[in-house]
């Protein structure tokens, strides 16, 4: 139905091209140290900051944001966007679309050979999905640390560790860089990694933009860290206006930040959808789609469609910083309401796309260890479509008590709880694949339980959040922070958690210790509903959020949160310990297959070669034929005939 | 074969049925007597007794679903685990893939409640005249009698008194960080303490003169953010007497954790003497106050930290900045 034979034929260059080509090298595509590499983009950044930050105060040197203070917006915001420039110029990620506009034939990018191409502008998917594992790592443990400050001051009432500027700029940077984080902590690491070997294709349809969204989000954190440095920025991760307006330098870190990031988000989330769409293997129809693929599917489109609005709101503010434009600034004729629909006119789509993800890892993995075929697998697909599409049409219930018109209350609680529809779907299609099954509870499912357990609670929450009357009483307060912890730390971060157990094998060759990962799984569930359920009558008894002092009676509840938190940061610890015990210290060969798993990314060999697989697979079923004796094989990889299915499935398929 | 799978299947369902229907039953019984009286945040107020209402109906309604996962995961891990002495083999065939009856069972049934639950908040909605929260300069959903007072409120002749069954108007004022309130019905005159009558409809008119605060009068169930520039009018009636807590409910800066009050619900004569005697004490700060509006210009140069990064006040407003009139202390 939907055979693409242009991907059959098509070899990434760079895969083919042996080291000793006779064709000159570039200096830049050079192994060792004379090319391009994580420390020429490093210096291209400073470079670039030195020179952007001159360049600011040279054409608006009496634009100082505090007399005489020299600090300047326009400095502060030149400065960073010539770092991301110098960044992304030293990385190599410009060589070949300013080589095009120069009008010279620009070198195709050499895939380097050992570790250094960890550190390089690699347009090798895989490289960039283990790139990303250390980025989005680097952003949830720095996110992580700082909640763990926020945890510190809540102690005592009365008695503050930070102060009270100190401890709103710590809310803020911890809101904003988890919001980041979570935004590619699936898509990024898996959703690079496996989508190629999900839908049997060699590459991704866009091989320079995969690598350049990795090396924009890292450039991200570098903009949204600055805000420390700047001084913070005192909004929270809404960022609202006026106070956007009235806050210091880091705020510029924040605009654009979010710009940076936004850039990154657009970039992965078009890749991924036109290589979903059109770099599918024969066979592959809608229909044998992977449910994890259908997901990222949908959260691509999200990220495609719904960050552009956060990008042009993000420059808007950025604007208004530096330039004295009026956007936001109610009395030269903007309105702070602008800032507040466009942002979350993107950030509802924002929440689905940290929801979808998750709920694509559970519908892949849950088949595997239950033994069973997906149940209602075509359900499971609409949900998720059908929850990307309303997620457009629900923003303003994070306005009902902003005074904005009323009466579109009731049409925006209806869409908000018409959404629990489809989200509910993902509820039917597990409890219908583990019914009658054979459940093996290895530390992945494990997992993938838990996120049953607290989306469950993630999403009830929603509902009360979506009533508007309850709103009144909810909203704004520890029941809502409850309420988003419970989805995406609760939902997303234990998916992502379970993927990379299930999915490292494959990455790496290596398995993870299951004993360590039992520790891990069973302190981070219990201690992640230790902080945050108490969370949730914290606030029904009325504490706002981002506050650094409260009630006296709350002391008992935050401190048992508090103590909660600490031990889930550590459980946290456990999972780095056990990552470097098993990845780097005692590394232990993993099996072909280690779980037993039809899916097609288990079917190559593992380490993965460059291209993927020999040939193109033809693909044959779906791949969810558990427990079915004499199922049809999932692919016919073309060299001979196709192994029975149930028997260790990589034999006999290995294009190695 | 086929009539094994069917007794099994049978048992399963009426097994996880009966758990679950047992369960719930106990376990809304005492949600509904032993915490539904104590959900916060009380029956200080009709908005409080109502979001007080859908809360606990939203609890009940939800718990039943929470128990039913948690009751079906329960049974999954007993029963159907692999390391389970005599586990059977997975079910297989086009039952384990797709099972119409409950697909579309499943879709049925929560579209209904979905849909019962949206058209219950709308009316709770619609019937509390907007349950507390803030709807904005021109609010739909009002009590008898309200338009009309905060048409009054502007006009110097507005007045209030006891036992008229009047609407009380009060203008909160957030400001970087503390809240201020005026009564235009008695003079507008400005205070910090909030002080209320009871068993009265009091129209809640919210503005701020810097950043969007929230103006959160917990025990009275009240809720709406204070945007500058922009009148955000809130209903409730208060109907105990006793005290209750203040606090800004939206981020508005580095002391946004410290902006917090008190104010109380007085009976309606002791009200009448407290709001008589501030207005003659008053009176010589109100004068100096601007005429009372809906909202006032912000300190372009003060609280708001100056849009103007040269330090200029701005030029061309044409209403005096709230404030601006008063000597110094």
Redesign the interface.
């Given at each position: 139905m939907t055979i693409s034979a242009e991907p059959t034929t098509e070899v990434v260059t760079s895969a083919v091209v042996p080291p000793s080509s006779p064709v000159k090298t570039p200096w830049s595509q050079r192994s060792g140290w004379l090319s391009q590499h994580l420390g020429t983009a490093i210096v291209g950044a400073v470079l670039g900051y030195v020179f952007g930050h001159w360049l600011g105060n040279y054409v608006a040197s009496g634009y100082t944001y505090i007399a005489n203070s020299g600090q300047n917006s326009i400095a502060d915001a030149l400065a960073l966007i010539f770092m991301t420039f110098g960044w992304l110029l030293g990385i190599g990620a410009l060589n070949y679309p300013l080589a095009k506009i120069v009008g010279r034939s620009a070198p195709e990018e050499v895939i380097a050979k050992g570790w250094t191409k960890y550190v390089r502008y690699s347009t090798d998917h895989k490289v960039v999905g283990m790139q990303y594992i250390v980025g989005v790592l680097l952003f949830l443990f720095t996110g992580g640390l700082l909640a763990m400050a926020i945890r510190t001051e809540l102690l005592n009432p009365t008695t503050h560790v930070f102060s009270a500027d100190t401890y709103i700029k710590i809310v803020s940077e911890h809101g904003t860089i988890m919001m980041m984080m979570a935004t590619s902590i699936i898509v990024g690491p898996l959703g690079n990694y496996l989508v190629p070997l999900m839908i049997g294709a060699r590459r991704m349809a866009f091989p320079r933009i995969e690598a350049f969204s990795f090396w924009v989000f890292i450039a991200g954190y570098m903009v949204i860290f600055s805000a420390l440095p700047y001084g913070g920025f005192p909004t929270g991760w809404t960022g609202y206006a006026p106070l956007q307006t009235q806050a210091g330098p880091g705020m510029v870190s924040y605009l654009l930040g979010f710009a940076v990031i936004g850039l990154g988000m657009m970039a992965a989330g078009f890749n991924i959808a036109v290589t979903i769409i059109n770099y599918r293997a024969p066979g592959m129809t809608w229909s044998r789609v992977p449910i994890f693929v259908w997901s990222l599917l949908a959260t691509a489109a999200l990220l495609t469609l719904a960050t552009p609005v956060l990008f042009a709101g993000g420059l808007f503010g950025l604007l208004d910083k530096t330039a004295q434009t009026a956007f936001y600034v109610t009395e030269h004729g903007g309105s702070s309401f602008l800032w507040e629909n466009l942002f979350w006119f993107f950030g509802h789509p924002e929440v689905y796309i940290m929801a979808l993800p998750g709920f694509g890892i559970v519908g892949e993995l849950i088949p595997v260890f239950c033994r069973k075929p997906l149940f209602a697998y075509k359900v499971a697909a609409a949900g998720m479509i059908g929850v990307a599409l309303l997620s457009f049409f629900v923003w303003q219930h994070h306005l009902f008590q902003s005074g904005i018109n009323p009466d579109m209350r009731p049409l925006f609680m209806l869409t908000t709880e018409l959404i629990s529809i489809p989200t509910g779907f993902i509820f039917l299609v597990g409890m219908g694949t583990l019914y009658r099954a054979k459940i093996r509870f290895e530390v992945p499912m494990l997992f993938c339980m838990a996120v049953f357990f607290n989306f469950l609670i993630g999403g009830i929450t929603g509902v009360f959040l979506s009533d508007v009357p309850v709103n009144v009483t909810v909203h704004g307060g520890f029941f809502v922070l409850s309420h988003f912890h419970y989805t995406i730390m609760g939902g997303l971060l234990f998916a992502f958690m379970g993927g990379l157990y299930y999915w490292l094998p494959k990455m790496t060759g290596r398995m993870m210790n299951k004993k360590l990962g039992l520790v891990h799984f069973w302190t981070m569930l219990v201690f992640f509903n230790l902080t945050f359920f108490p969370m949730f009558i914290i606030g029904l008894l009325g504490q706002p959020r981002r506050v650094f002092t409260y009630a006296k009676n709350l002391q008992g509840l935050n401190d048992f949160s508090s103590v909660s938190a600490f031990l889930l940061g550590a459980s946290f610890l456990v999972f780095l310990v056990n990552f470097m015990w098993s990845m780097y210290i005692n590394p232990v060969m993993a099996p072909a297959n280690p779980w037993d798993s039809l899916g097609l990314e288990w079917q190559t060999a593992t380490p993965v070669p460059s291209y993927n697989f020999e040939r193109i697979p033809v693909i044959m079923t779906d791949p969810y034929h558990y427990g079915e004796v004499g199922a049809p094989a999932l692919a016919d990889f073309g060299d001979g005939p196709p192994a029975p299915l149930g028997s260790s499935s990589t034999t006999g398929s290995d294009p190695a | 074969m086929a009539n094994e799978n069917s007794t099994?299947?049978t048992h399963?369902l009426r097994n996880i049925t009966v758990i679950w229907l047992i369960l719930s039953v106990i376990v809304d019984l005492l949600f509904w007597f032993l915490v539904g009286p104590h959900?916060?945040?009380g029956t200080m107020t009709s908005?409080a007794k109502?979001?007080q209402f859908?809360?606990t109906f939203?609890c009940l309604m939800?718990l039943p679903?929470?128990i039913g996962?948690?009751v079906?995961?329960g049974y999954?891990?007993r029963i159907?685990?692999?390391?389970r002495p005599g586990?059977?083999?997975?079910?297989?065939g086009p039952n384990?893939?797709?099972?119409k009856t409950?697909?579309v069972s499943?879709?049925v049934i929560?579209?209904v409640a979905?849909?019962f639950?949206?058209g219950?908040?709308?009316v709770?909605?619609v019937i509390?005249q907007?349950?507390?929260?803030?709807?904005?300069?021109n609010?739909?959903?009002t009590p008898p009698g309200a338009t009309k007072a905060e048409a009054a409120a502007l006009t110097p002749k507005a007045s209030w008194s006891a036992n008229s069954n009047q609407v009380l108007t009060v203008q909160v004022i957030a400001q970087q960080w503390k809240f201020t309130y005026r009564y235009p019905q008695f003079g507008g005159f400005e205070t910090t303490q909030l002080v209320l009558p009871a068993n009265t409809n009091i129209a809640f008119n919210?503005t701020s003169l810097?950043?969007?605060h929230?103006f959160?009068a917990?025990q009275l169930?009240?809720?709406?953010?204070a945007?500058?520039?922009?009148n955000?009018v809130a209903f409730t009636q208060t109907k105990q007497l006793g005290s209750f807590?203040v606090?800004?409910?939206?981020?508005?800066?580095?002391?946004?954790?410290?902006m917090f009050n008190s104010g109380k619900v007085v009976s309606e004569a002791a009200f009448m003497s407290w709001a008589q005697s501030t207005e003659q004490a008053n009176a010589q700060n109100t004068a100096d106050l601007p005429p009372f509006a809906w909202t006032y210009?912000?300190d372009?140069n003060g609280a708001?930290?100056g849009?103007?990064?040269?330090?200029n006040v701005?030029p061309y407003?044409t209403v005096e900045i709230y404030g601006s009139k008063q000597s110094a202390p």
């Open positions: - | 099994n299947e399963h959900v916060p945040p908005s109502g979001n859908d809360f939203l939800a679903v929470l996962v948690w079906y995961m999954a891990i159907w685990s692999a390391k586990a059977e083999e997975p079910m297989t384990a893939r797709t099972n409950a697909q499943w879709i929560t579209s979905v849909l639950l949206a219950f908040g709308t709770e909605l509390s907007g349950s507390g929260g803030g709807e904005g300069p609010p739909i959903w919210v810097d950043v969007i929230s959160w917990y169930d009240v809720k709406a953010d945007n500058p520039q922009q955000d807590t606090r800004c409910s939206e981020l508005c800066g580095i002391w946004h954790g410290t210009v912000p372009a708001a930290g849009y103007y990064t040269d330090g701005t407003s």
